[in-house]
């Protein structure tokens, strides 16, 4: 099998199609200041003989005698979504289950250990759970994994996790562990979110956004792939191809979901087009997060997204939780649709071929297309304060992660390639891109002074954000230099 550059994003991106995910991807970033994060497939040709065998055999052999490694995990998001993280007992057939079986026996032969899992339904439960054992002082699991949003920003904030700069044998710096996550989630000098290909979730999170091609061929539009590689798709090409496409479809004198429209978003793709054009509501000074929302190129671009979100050329869902753009998309009556790409699963039955890109940039100008990670779709790896032999845990996360890119990463790519979605090399080329941007943001994550949800529900209804900021502005730096003298209080 040929893993091309930032595989990874594949791996993940269609978990769902595959019942599960894959792993961090990488390239260069030019705002990432943690240097390129390569991937399987971007390895010289001296490095493409590296398999999971000879990765493993480079990292320590130290046995731990049987010991039961527990794992606190979930597999799924919800009740539409799936996100596999743990195996069946047995190999199954489906790639990535056998995959992350096949993971997990190499490991326990490496350090003599037994792998047991413990699996909630939902990120809340496993978080209760934990938080219960963490405040009894009791040793019941010796890592968890699961989602930022809700597991791992849980288990930070209350002091109950290790700062992942500080625990031993865990080398950041190796390819296994996402760069980006590491430049844009670090928080009074510490870092919580640690992510990669050791979790099925990560890439999932990049937002995408689909083309339909029968559509487009309809139209005489030409794929916009070039336009991509030359750097020439920016939110004004976007916004051209979409105008005037809305049309009553069954002539009720309404424009609502049963209608034809020029693009489908779910509610968060206002921030995430913040994003690719290369801005935020934070970003990252001397190790902690500070606001980014007085900028003049900021203001230009939230009036832009609001502009564009105001028109009937722009359909969202009311609910982001009935998914109601999905059928929109899939009928064939829109032309894009963007979403995180763990979302990918609720299109697999689509009869019509879709392309995917990045979304686009701001102008030419912009040196890369960038691409937002919602933290409630990708999972981080938290080590308890209750840890007893936090060395034995590194150790064994370690090469978790490193067996992950080698035998998880490439099942999954493998899938995603049988697929009629990205069967082609320019297709993975797009997905090499968007990884390559990969982007978080703390906001997100924190919503300080209510700014993150007020941008987004300022936007579903096409009005300017920008009159907001200064009402929203000093509550937010307050929470937020509440939460850093937290973290900054822990020991």
């Not at 040709?45 to 990292?59: F, I, K, P, T």
């Not at 981080?380 to 978790?400: F, H, K, M």
Request: aromatic share 12%; glycine share 8%.
């Amino acid at each position: 099998m040929k893993l091309r550059i930032f595989s990874v994003l594949l791996a993940a991106l269609f978990l769902a199609l595959a019942a599960c995910g894959g792993s961090d991807g990488g390239g260069t970033d030019a705002d990432a200041g943690n240097g390129s994060e390569k991937t399987p497939g971007g390895e010289t040709a001296a490095e493409q003989s590296v398999d999971v065998h000879s990765v493993l055999a480079g990292l320590p052999d130290t046995d731990y005698g049987g010991y039961e490694f527990r794992i606190l995990t979930t597999n799924r998001f919800n009740q539409t979504l799936e996100g596999r993280q743990a195996p069946e007992e047995e190999e199954t057939g489906e790639p990535i289950n056998d995959a992350l079986h096949r993971r997990d026996r190499l490991v326990e032969t490496k350090h003599g250990v037994h792998f047991k899992y413990t699996l909630g339904m939902e990120s809340d439960e496993i978080l209760a759970m934990a938080r219960r054992a963490v405040r009894a002082g009791s040793d019941e699991f010796d890592m968890g994994m699961d989602m930022m949003m809700v597991f791992t920003r849980g288990l930070a904030q209350d002091g109950a996790a290790i700062d992942f700069n500080s625990m031993p044998n865990i080398d950041l710096s190796n390819d296994w562990w996402s760069k980006y996550a590491q430049r844009d989630l670090t928080i009074a000098g510490r870092f919580y979110f640690p992510t990669g290909d050791i979790t099925a979730r990560f890439a999932g999170s990049q937002y995408i956004m689909l083309f339909n091609r029968k559509l487009f061929l309809d139209y005489g539009y030409e794929y916009p792939y070039q336009m991509v590689l030359d750097g020439e798709w920016t939110i004004d090409v976007f916004s051209g191809m979409i105008r005037d496409k809305t049309r009553d479809m069954n002539g009720d004198g309404v424009i609502d979901k049963e209608d034809f429209f020029g693009a489908v978003f779910e509610p968060m793709v206002s921030f995430s087009l913040l994003h690719a054009s290369g801005e935020g509501l934070t970003k990252i000074v001397d190790g902690n997060p500070v606001l980014n929302v007085g900028n003049e190129r900021a203001l230009q671009i939230m009036d832009a997204v609001a502009e564009l979100f105001g028109r009937e050329d722009v359909w969202l869902p009311r609910n982001w939780a009935t998914y109601d753009e999905v059928p929109v998309f899939v009928e064939d009556r829109a032309l894009f649709a963007a979403m995180t790409g763990t979302n990918l699963m609720m299109y697999r039955e689509m009869e019509s071929d879709f392309g995917i890109i990045p979304l686009p940039k701001w102008d030419k100008a912009q040196p890369e297309y960038y691409s937002f990670c919602q933290a409630w779709g990708s999972a981080a790896v938290v080590v308890p304060q209750t840890n007893p032999d936090i060395e034995r845990t590194g150790t064994v996360i370690e090469s978790l992660a490193a067996a992950s890119r080698y035998l998880v990463t490439p099942a999954a790519y493998d899938v995603t390639l049988k697929t009629k979605y990205a069967r082609d090399e320019t297709s993975e080329k797009m997905l090499d891109i968007i990884v390559a941007g990969s982007r978080y943001d703390f906001m997100y994550i924190y919503n300080w002074g209510n700014m993150y949800s007020t941008y987004e529900s300022t936007l579903r209804n096409g009005d300017s954000f920008v009159p907001r900021i200064e009402a929203l502005e000093d509550r937010a730096q307050i929470q937020m230099e509440a939460t850093i003298e937290a973290y900054e209080s822990f020991d």
